[in-house]
């Protein structure tokens, strides 16, 4: 849910950075020193400004930056105001996806149409045609932003090898115009509700159980832009909490589920 701070008037969580003299990016880095994860300034100004809600890890680390309590640090965030995405309700689902065909096609067709974020989550990825798109736009487009979020070890080793070759693609520290283009992280604990879906600044497909049998995930729905925008900012949010799998050391390390 997106909140605006009412009147224009900072939020406590800026003014406590404030306070200490921080600028975003020095924010930033303190809170990954506490956290472990890969927040940058884009993404805590999207949180003082009441923009994107902060995930329960990043919370307890600004907590424990600022030495504040949450309930002060995050009202901004926590008010009852209504987001444009929650008024919209099932305007957002663009279409219904039936077929595993159709299924993955949008799949392909979010990754092949993304040209500033590209988010996508889950552990269970295989389909060859999919991460394909997803390599051809980290290599055709080297603005695009990538954020790769596992949730527990790659399933099967098609995935493992595809994070091998982003990583070849790409190197994670390196910074183009002084971003960071790529983020591959792992969520843990294994215990953690796993995500799937797919989001580019424009679209996005959520892979749904299937409505065929008990076996795998062959139905989903294609949802609009406000939604995508939405799932972008989680899996941000998401990554920005995991622990970065970053090196092609440490994703051979991974352990393969076959699952």
């Not at 065909?101 to 092949?112: F, K, N, P, Y």
């Not at 603005?143 to 693609?169: C, I, N, T």
């Not at 591959?184 to 604990?189: F, I, S, T």
């Amino acid at each position: 849910m997106t909140v605006a701070v009412a009147g224009g008037t900072d939020s406590a969580l800026k003014r406590a950075r404030i306070a200490r003299n921080m600028t975003l990016e020095q924010a930033a880095d303190a809170l990954n020193a506490i956290t472990g994860g890969a927040a940058d300034a884009s993404l805590v100004s999207a949180w003082e400004s009441g923009r994107r809600r902060t995930g329960m890890r990043n919370r307890a680390g600004l907590c424990a930056l600022y030495r504040e309590c949450s309930e002060v640090l995050f009202a901004h965030q926590d008010g009852a105001a209504t987001s444009v995405l929650e008024a919209s309700g099932t305007a957002v689902v663009v279409e219904v996806l039936t077929r595993w065909t159709d299924l993955v096609e949008a799949m392909v067709g979010v990754a092949a149409g993304a040209r500033e974020q590209l988010v996508v989550t889950g552990s269970r990825s295989r389909e060859k045609v999919y991460l394909a798109a997803i390599e051809t736009a980290v290599a055709q487009y080297p603005d695009l932003v990538h954020y790769r979020v596992l949730y527990g070890p790659p399933r099967h080793p098609a995935l493992a090898d595809h994070l091998v070759r982003l990583l070849e693609l790409r190197d994670p520290a390196a910074r183009r115009n002084g971003v960071k283009t790529l983020h591959l992280g792992l969520v843990e604990p294994a215990g953690v509700l796993e995500r799937f879906f797919i989001a580019s600044e424009a679209a996005a497909v959520v892979p749904l159980p299937s409505f065929h049998g008990a076996d795998g995930f062959d139905c989903g729905v294609r949802l609009g832009r406000e939604a995508a925008v939405g799932l972008v900012h989680h899996g941000r949010e998401a990554c920005a909490s995991a622990r970065p799998v970053e090196t092609i050391g440490a994703v051979r390390a991974l352990p393969v589920r076959q699952s």
